[in-house]
Protein backbone atom coordinates (compact mmCIF):
# COMPACT_ATOMS: atom_id res chain seq x y z
CA UNK A 1 0.00 0.00 0.00
CA UNK A 2 1.54 3.05 -0.92
CA UNK A 3 1.55 6.65 1.49
CA UNK A 4 -1.67 7.93 -0.62
CA UNK A 5 -4.25 4.87 0.09
CA UNK A 6 -6.26 5.07 2.89
CA UNK A 7 -6.61 2.64 5.09
CA UNK A 8 -9.56 1.34 7.49
CA UNK A 9 -9.56 1.32 11.24
CA UNK A 10 -9.14 -2.16 11.08
CA UNK A 11 -5.72 -1.53 8.74
CA UNK A 12 -7.49 -3.00 5.64
CA UNK A 13 -7.86 -1.02 2.44
CA UNK A 14 -11.61 0.65 2.29
CA UNK A 15 -13.51 -1.51 -0.81
CA UNK A 16 -16.79 -0.52 -0.45
CA UNK A 17 -18.84 2.42 0.29
CA UNK A 18 -20.22 3.27 3.66
CA UNK A 19 -23.46 1.82 4.31
CA UNK A 20 -26.57 3.34 5.91
CA UNK A 21 -25.25 2.69 9.26
CA UNK A 22 -21.60 3.71 8.62
CA UNK A 23 -20.36 7.64 8.92
CA UNK A 24 -19.00 9.29 5.72
CA UNK A 25 -17.23 11.54 8.35
CA UNK A 26 -15.87 9.01 11.20
CA UNK A 27 -14.71 6.96 8.29
CA UNK A 28 -12.52 10.20 7.05
CA UNK A 29 -11.71 11.37 10.27
CA UNK A 30 -9.80 7.84 11.58
CA UNK A 31 -8.51 7.10 7.98
CA UNK A 32 -4.76 7.92 7.73
CA UNK A 33 -3.69 9.60 4.74
CA UNK A 34 -0.68 11.77 3.68
CA UNK A 35 -0.20 14.48 1.40
CA UNK A 36 -2.59 16.29 -0.83
CA UNK A 37 -4.91 13.32 0.32
CA UNK A 38 -4.75 14.34 3.57
CA UNK A 39 -5.71 18.24 2.71
CA UNK A 40 -8.78 17.35 1.08
CA UNK A 41 -9.72 15.65 4.34
CA UNK A 42 -9.18 18.55 6.54
CA UNK A 43 -11.42 20.36 4.08
CA UNK A 44 -13.97 18.51 4.04
CA UNK A 45 -13.91 17.66 8.05
CA UNK A 46 -13.51 21.51 8.25
CA UNK A 47 -16.88 22.36 6.48
CA UNK A 48 -19.12 19.39 5.93
CA UNK A 49 -21.84 21.25 4.94
CA UNK A 50 -19.49 23.55 2.49
CA UNK A 51 -17.87 20.63 0.91
CA UNK A 52 -21.28 19.06 -0.15
CA UNK A 53 -22.08 22.20 -1.59
CA UNK A 54 -18.98 22.73 -3.79
CA UNK A 55 -18.02 21.05 -6.62
CA UNK A 56 -15.05 19.33 -7.56
CA UNK A 57 -13.30 22.42 -8.91
CA UNK A 58 -13.86 24.33 -5.74
CA UNK A 59 -13.25 21.53 -3.33
CA UNK A 60 -9.88 21.11 -5.34
CA UNK A 61 -9.15 24.86 -4.88
CA UNK A 62 -10.01 25.67 -1.08
CA UNK A 63 -7.70 21.97 -0.34
CA UNK A 64 -5.18 23.30 -2.90
CA UNK A 65 -5.51 19.86 -4.63
CA UNK A 66 -6.53 19.41 -8.18
CA UNK A 67 -9.85 17.53 -8.93
CA UNK A 68 -8.01 14.72 -9.84
CA UNK A 69 -6.93 14.21 -6.63
CA UNK A 70 -10.21 14.63 -4.93
CA UNK A 71 -10.91 11.65 -7.12
CA UNK A 72 -8.79 9.51 -5.93
CA UNK A 73 -9.47 10.86 -2.40
CA UNK A 74 -13.33 9.95 -3.27
CA UNK A 75 -12.07 6.16 -4.58
CA UNK A 76 -9.71 5.72 -2.17
CA UNK A 77 -12.77 5.53 0.39
CA UNK A 78 -14.97 3.70 -1.54
CA UNK A 79 -17.10 6.03 -3.89
CA UNK A 80 -16.92 5.89 -7.58
CA UNK A 81 -16.83 9.67 -7.94
CA UNK A 82 -17.25 12.76 -6.52
CA UNK A 83 -20.82 13.10 -6.60
CA UNK A 84 -21.33 10.00 -4.26
CA UNK A 85 -18.93 11.33 -1.86
CA UNK A 86 -21.23 14.72 -2.16
CA UNK A 87 -24.84 12.66 -1.47
CA UNK A 88 -22.90 10.78 1.55
CA UNK A 89 -21.74 14.24 3.58
CA UNK A 90 -24.87 15.49 2.47
CA UNK A 91 -27.23 12.85 3.92
CA UNK A 92 -25.18 12.68 7.21
CA UNK A 93 -25.17 16.67 7.74
CA UNK A 94 -28.79 16.59 6.96
CA UNK A 95 -29.68 13.92 9.88
CA UNK A 96 -27.22 15.72 11.70
CA UNK A 97 -29.49 19.00 11.52
CA UNK A 98 -32.69 17.05 11.61
CA UNK A 99 -31.33 15.51 14.94
CA UNK A 100 -31.05 19.41 16.66
CA UNK A 101 -27.20 19.06 17.40
CA UNK A 102 -25.53 20.43 14.48
CA UNK A 103 -24.20 23.36 16.24
CA UNK A 104 -20.67 24.66 14.74
CA UNK A 105 -18.66 21.84 16.36
CA UNK A 106 -15.39 23.10 15.02
CA UNK A 107 -16.07 26.41 15.92
CA UNK A 108 -13.64 27.32 19.11
CA UNK A 109 -15.94 28.35 22.82
CA UNK A 110 -14.96 32.25 22.98
CA UNK A 111 -14.56 33.92 26.53
CA UNK A 112 -17.73 35.81 26.31
CA UNK A 113 -19.99 33.32 25.10
CA UNK A 114 -23.62 32.62 27.09
CA UNK A 115 -23.82 29.14 29.06
CA UNK A 116 -26.41 28.26 26.81
CA UNK A 117 -24.28 28.43 23.81
CA UNK A 118 -20.90 26.30 25.65
CA UNK A 119 -23.65 23.70 26.54
CA UNK A 120 -24.73 23.47 22.99
CA UNK A 121 -21.36 23.26 21.63
CA UNK A 122 -20.23 20.68 24.21
CA UNK A 123 -23.31 18.59 23.92
CA UNK A 124 -22.91 18.98 19.85
CA UNK A 125 -19.29 17.62 20.42
CA UNK A 126 -20.02 14.45 23.32
CA UNK A 127 -23.31 13.06 20.61
CA UNK A 128 -21.66 13.15 17.81
CA UNK A 129 -18.23 11.31 19.57
CA UNK A 130 -20.18 8.82 20.43
CA UNK A 131 -22.36 8.35 17.32
CA UNK A 132 -19.09 8.27 15.73
CA UNK A 133 -17.86 5.87 18.52
CA UNK A 134 -21.17 3.29 17.49
CA UNK A 135 -20.62 3.42 14.07
CA UNK A 136 -16.95 2.29 14.64
CA UNK A 137 -16.91 -0.09 17.17
CA UNK A 138 -16.77 -3.52 15.91
CA UNK A 139 -18.85 -5.67 18.21
CA UNK A 140 -17.59 -8.91 17.50
CA UNK A 141 -14.69 -7.94 19.91
CA UNK A 142 -16.81 -6.23 22.35
CA UNK A 143 -18.39 -9.65 22.26
CA UNK A 144 -14.95 -11.30 22.44
CA UNK A 145 -14.12 -9.31 25.32
CA UNK A 146 -16.74 -9.98 27.65
CA UNK A 147 -16.63 -13.56 27.24
CA UNK A 148 -12.70 -13.44 28.57
CA UNK A 149 -14.09 -11.14 31.24
CA UNK A 150 -17.02 -13.22 32.67
CA UNK A 151 -14.57 -16.16 32.37
CA UNK A 152 -11.50 -14.57 34.13
CA UNK A 153 -10.17 -15.31 37.59
CA UNK A 154 -8.83 -12.21 37.73
CA UNK A 155 -8.77 -8.63 35.79
CA UNK A 156 -6.80 -6.28 36.06
CA UNK A 157 -7.50 -2.61 34.30
CA UNK A 158 -4.50 -0.44 33.52
CA UNK A 159 -4.56 3.35 32.88
CA UNK A 160 -3.17 6.72 33.69
CA UNK A 161 -4.10 10.18 34.46
CA UNK A 162 -8.11 10.23 32.67
CA UNK A 163 -7.77 7.17 31.97
CA UNK A 164 -7.24 6.11 35.64
CA UNK A 165 -10.79 7.31 36.20
CA UNK A 166 -12.90 5.39 33.70
CA UNK A 167 -10.65 2.18 34.96
CA UNK A 168 -11.81 3.08 38.11
CA UNK A 169 -15.19 3.07 37.12
CA UNK A 170 -15.25 -0.58 35.01
CA UNK A 171 -13.31 -1.48 38.06
CA UNK A 172 -16.40 -0.58 40.65
CA UNK A 173 -18.89 -1.73 38.00
CA UNK A 174 -17.58 -5.12 37.54
CA UNK A 175 -16.72 -5.23 41.15
CA UNK A 176 -20.65 -4.79 42.16
CA UNK A 177 -21.75 -7.84 39.69
CA UNK A 178 -18.74 -10.43 41.67
CA UNK A 179 -16.14 -10.01 38.91
CA UNK A 180 -12.72 -10.05 40.38
CA UNK A 181 -11.65 -6.65 39.31
CA UNK A 182 -8.56 -4.15 40.04
CA UNK A 183 -7.47 -1.08 38.60
CA UNK A 184 -3.80 -0.12 38.76
CA UNK A 185 -2.72 3.53 38.12
CA UNK A 186 0.93 3.10 39.94
CA UNK A 187 3.43 1.38 37.29
CA UNK A 188 4.90 -0.97 40.01
CA UNK A 189 2.62 -1.73 41.57
CA UNK A 190 0.90 -2.54 38.31
CA UNK A 191 3.03 -4.70 36.89
CA UNK A 192 3.51 -6.47 40.04
CA UNK A 193 -0.07 -7.39 39.84
CA UNK A 194 0.28 -8.07 36.06
CA UNK A 195 3.46 -10.34 36.71
CA UNK A 196 1.21 -12.73 38.63
CA UNK A 197 -1.26 -12.76 36.03
CA UNK A 198 -1.97 -16.12 33.43
CA UNK A 199 -3.72 -17.51 31.22
CA UNK A 200 -7.65 -17.06 31.56
CA UNK A 201 -6.82 -13.79 33.51
CA UNK A 202 -7.71 -10.04 31.19
CA UNK A 203 -5.43 -7.30 31.54
CA UNK A 204 -7.44 -4.50 30.10
CA UNK A 205 -4.86 -1.06 28.97
CA UNK A 206 -7.40 2.34 28.78
CA UNK A 207 -5.37 4.86 26.71
CA UNK A 208 -6.71 7.24 24.41
CA UNK A 209 -3.57 7.92 22.29
CA UNK A 210 -2.54 3.89 22.94
CA UNK A 211 1.13 5.64 23.12
CA UNK A 212 1.18 6.06 27.28
CA UNK A 213 4.21 4.14 28.38
CA UNK A 214 3.12 3.32 31.44
CA UNK A 215 0.02 1.58 30.13
CA UNK A 216 1.67 -0.16 27.47
CA UNK A 217 4.45 -2.00 30.10
CA UNK A 218 1.80 -3.06 32.27
CA UNK A 219 -0.24 -4.66 29.49
CA UNK A 220 2.74 -6.11 27.90
CA UNK A 221 4.03 -7.65 31.08
CA UNK A 222 0.44 -9.10 31.46
CA UNK A 223 0.31 -10.21 28.42
CA UNK A 224 4.26 -12.16 28.54
CA UNK A 225 2.40 -14.58 31.63
CA UNK A 226 -0.56 -15.76 28.87
CA UNK A 227 -3.27 -12.87 29.97
CA UNK A 228 -5.98 -12.16 27.22
CA UNK A 229 -5.08 -8.56 26.99
CA UNK A 230 -7.77 -5.55 25.67
CA UNK A 231 -6.73 -1.92 24.22
CA UNK A 232 -9.71 0.29 24.98
CA UNK A 233 -8.24 3.41 22.69
CA UNK A 234 -8.61 6.26 19.68
CA UNK A 235 -5.76 4.63 17.79
CA UNK A 236 -6.02 1.30 15.67
CA UNK A 237 -2.13 1.62 15.14
CA UNK A 238 -1.03 2.43 17.89
CA UNK A 239 1.61 0.37 20.13
CA UNK A 240 -1.16 -0.71 22.67
CA UNK A 241 -3.36 -1.76 19.72
CA UNK A 242 -0.38 -3.47 18.64
CA UNK A 243 0.08 -5.48 21.26
CA UNK A 244 -3.72 -6.04 22.21
CA UNK A 245 -5.22 -9.71 21.48
CA UNK A 246 -8.99 -7.61 21.03
CA UNK A 247 -9.08 -3.84 20.40
CA UNK A 248 -11.97 -2.09 21.42
CA UNK A 249 -12.17 2.12 19.70
CA UNK A 250 -13.64 4.63 20.40
CA UNK A 251 -13.81 8.17 18.71
CA UNK A 252 -13.57 11.77 19.99
CA UNK A 253 -14.73 15.30 19.12
CA UNK A 254 -12.16 17.95 21.05
CA UNK A 255 -13.70 21.64 22.00
CA UNK A 256 -11.99 24.30 23.60
CA UNK A 257 -10.81 23.51 26.70
CA UNK A 258 -11.16 20.25 26.50
CA UNK A 259 -8.75 18.31 23.85
CA UNK A 260 -8.95 14.92 22.79
CA UNK A 261 -7.83 13.31 25.97
CA UNK A 262 -10.61 15.25 27.96
CA UNK A 263 -13.10 14.64 25.59
CA UNK A 264 -12.06 10.89 25.28
CA UNK A 265 -14.24 10.00 28.35
CA UNK A 266 -17.71 9.59 27.50
CA UNK A 267 -17.12 7.73 24.60
CA UNK A 268 -15.00 5.35 26.68
CA UNK A 269 -17.55 4.89 28.77
CA UNK A 270 -19.79 3.76 26.70
CA UNK A 271 -17.65 1.21 25.50
CA UNK A 272 -16.92 0.37 28.98
CA UNK A 273 -21.03 0.19 29.58
CA UNK A 274 -21.67 -1.40 26.94
CA UNK A 275 -19.13 -4.30 27.67
CA UNK A 276 -19.79 -4.50 31.22
CA UNK A 277 -23.59 -4.82 30.32
CA UNK A 278 -22.66 -7.67 27.79
CA UNK A 279 -20.49 -9.56 31.01
CA UNK A 280 -23.14 -8.92 33.51
CA UNK A 281 -25.71 -10.99 30.57
CA UNK A 282 -23.46 -13.72 30.23
CA UNK A 283 -23.41 -13.96 34.08
CA UNK A 284 -26.79 -13.18 35.11
CA UNK A 285 -27.31 -15.26 37.87
CA UNK A 286 -24.20 -14.56 40.04
CA UNK A 287 -24.62 -10.77 39.01
CA UNK A 288 -28.16 -10.60 40.04
CA UNK A 289 -26.98 -12.53 43.24
CA UNK A 290 -24.05 -9.99 43.84
CA UNK A 291 -26.01 -6.85 43.01
CA UNK A 292 -28.32 -8.05 45.76
CA UNK A 293 -25.85 -9.16 48.89
CA UNK A 294 -23.69 -5.45 47.68
CA UNK A 295 -27.33 -3.92 48.36
CA UNK A 296 -28.03 -5.40 51.31
CA UNK A 297 -24.40 -4.63 52.90
CA UNK A 298 -24.80 -1.00 52.14
CA UNK A 299 -28.35 -0.96 53.09
CA UNK A 300 -28.09 0.10 56.59
CA UNK A 301 -25.94 3.37 55.71
CA UNK A 302 -29.23 5.19 53.97
CA UNK A 303 -31.51 7.42 56.06
CA UNK A 304 -34.33 5.58 56.66
CA UNK A 305 -37.93 6.70 58.49
CA UNK A 306 -38.33 9.74 56.12
CA UNK A 307 -35.29 10.92 57.73
CA UNK A 308 -32.45 13.24 56.10
CA UNK A 309 -28.95 11.95 56.05
CA UNK A 310 -28.39 15.57 57.96
CA UNK A 311 -29.56 13.77 61.36
CA UNK A 312 -25.81 11.90 61.57
CA UNK A 313 -25.42 10.39 64.47
CA UNK A 314 -28.93 9.74 65.29
CA UNK A 315 -29.68 8.45 61.73
CA UNK A 316 -26.50 6.01 62.80
CA UNK A 317 -27.85 4.96 65.96
CA UNK A 318 -31.52 3.75 64.65
CA UNK A 319 -30.15 1.92 62.06
CA UNK A 320 -27.64 0.22 64.47
CA UNK A 321 -30.23 -0.31 67.17
CA UNK A 322 -32.94 -1.21 64.83
CA UNK A 323 -34.34 -5.24 65.79
CA UNK A 324 -32.29 -7.63 63.20
CA UNK A 325 -34.65 -8.69 59.99
CA UNK A 326 -35.52 -12.32 60.04
CA UNK A 327 -34.26 -13.63 57.15
CA UNK A 328 -36.53 -15.03 54.55
Not at 133 to 150: F, G, M, Q
Not at 276 to 286: C, G, K, L, N
Request: hydrophobic residues 45%.
Amino acid sequence: MTGHEVQSPAGTAVADAPGPADSVLTRIRLTEVTGALRRVADQVLADPAGAARATIVELAERSGTSPATVTRFCRALGFDGYSDLRLGIAAETGRARAAGWAVDIGREIQPGDPLDRVLGQIMAADTQAMNDTAALLDLSEVDKAANAVAAASRVNIFGASGSALVGEEMQFSLHRIGVPAWAWTDLHNGLASAALMGAGDVALGISHTGQTRETIEMVAEAGSHGAITVALTSFPRSTLADLADIVLLTATQATTFRPDALSARHPQLVVLDLLYVAVAQRTHDRANAAFRRTARAVDGHKAVDGHKAVDGPKAVDRILNRPAETPS
